[in-house]
């Protein structure tokens, strides 16, 4: 299986500040197309997670431009560039390159 | 406007069945990869099981961990994803989560998520 590894596990964050959470996968997660199989995941307290950004880089529908993904192979990060009180809860990586699909353990951005 | 609406959760004994339904709305579930993941109480998320959509052939394809013991299907004329589980351990519960992949192929991002169907496998 893929391990996905998220860090931090914690991020305390003051509004208005950037933020960076890095997801390392154990395999390189390139598809034979060029894409990156790599997801970003929010879960905001008390709800169901949603989908912030695919393909490595892609944002979903109504995401913010704040918030952008990077990286290729095995190494990713998800950066918000002005961290705002709305994007407090916890943050997965997830891979969808091969079976089982993983998720990374999860970050947790708190709002100082 | 794409909803899911998960029911079924309960409190089954240990060794007990248990079918999750996801009704879906708002979009053909035929036309799209669906799939199940959860999350046991204070952990992450963990991918349970997919269906492909009928245009990649209907496949089905489970974790380890739930493989012989649960069951994912579709009824299409319902417009619904199905979830049995049977042989229930302690360890299976969980917030069992019904999405949408983004296309008929299951390794696609998840794209639309239910509220949550709460299983709790006690005795």
């Known amino acids: 299986d893929i391990v996905m590894t998220q860090s931090p596990l914690t991020l305390p964050v003051t509004p208005g500040e950037a933020a960076s959470i890095s997801c390392r996968s154990s395999?390189?997660?390139?598809?034979?197309?060029?894409?990156?199989?790599l997801d970003w995941y929010l879960q905001k307290p008390g709800q169901s997670p949603q989908l912030l950004i695919s393909l490595g880089f892609h944002r979903a529908p109504g995401v913010p431009d704040r918030i952008s993904g990077s990286g290729s192979g095995t190494y990713f990060t998800l950066t918000i560039s002005r961290v705002e009180a709305e994007d407090a809860g916890v943050y997965y990586c997830m891979q969808g390159i091969q079976s089982p699909i993983t998720f990374g353990q999860g970050t947790r951005l708190e709002i100082k | 406007e794409v909803q899911l609406l998960e029911s079924g959760g309960d409190l089954v004994q240990p060794g007990g069945s248990l079918r999750l339904s996801c009704a879906a709305s708002?979009?053909?579930?035929?036309?799209?990869?669906m799939s199940w993941v959860r999350q046991a109480p204070g952990q992450g998320l963990e991918w349970v099981s997919s269906?492909?959509?009928?245009?990649?052939?209907?496949?089905?394809f489970y974790a380890d961990s739930v493989k012989g013991r649960f069951t994912i299907s579709r009824d299409d004329s319902r417009n619904t994803l199905y979830l049995q589980m049977n042989s229930l351990r302690a360890d299976d519960t969980a917030v069992f989560y019904c999405?949408?992949?983004?296309?008929?192929?299951?390794?696609?991002?998840?794209?639309?998520w239910g509220q949550g169907a709460l299983v709790t496998v006690s005795s």
């Open positions: 395999h390189s997660l390139v598809h034979s197309n060029g894409n990156n199989n």
């Open positions: 708002g979009f053909p579930v035929s036309g799209y990869a």
């Open positions: 999405t949408k992949n983004g296309g008929p192929n299951w390794l696609v991002r998840l794209d639309s």
């Open positions: 269906v492909t959509g009928s245009g990649d052939g209907d496949k089905t």
